[in-house]
């Protein structure tokens, strides 16, 4: 099962970018997702980076962890 959430990145010139944070529990590349995601999503929704992470992205409760998840990321950019 993989697990996956968008954020919202600080930049420069676009004001933020879409960063994909996936928890994958297989073998899973960048490219099988840009594949994946092209099939389904027009080029400007589709995420302009993407990190792989072992940690779950959900809660107890089942859901995303945003507000942990974006401050760190955007913490570690600086």
Excluded: W
Aim: aromatic residues 6%; charged residues 25%; hydrophobic residues 35%.
């Amino acid at each position: 099962m993989t697990s996956s959430c968008v954020i919202g990145l600080p930049d420069d010139e676009y004001g933020n970018v879409v960063h994909a944070i996936v928890q994958a529990t297989g073998p899973l590349g960048t490219s099988d997702l840009e594949e994946f995601l092209q099939s389904r999503l027009a080029k400007y929704k589709r995420p302009r980076t993407y990190e792989f992470v072992a940690a779950p992205l959900r809660g107890d409760d089942g859901k995303v962890r945003r507000t942990a998840l974006a401050p760190a990321r955007i913490a570690s950019r600086r």
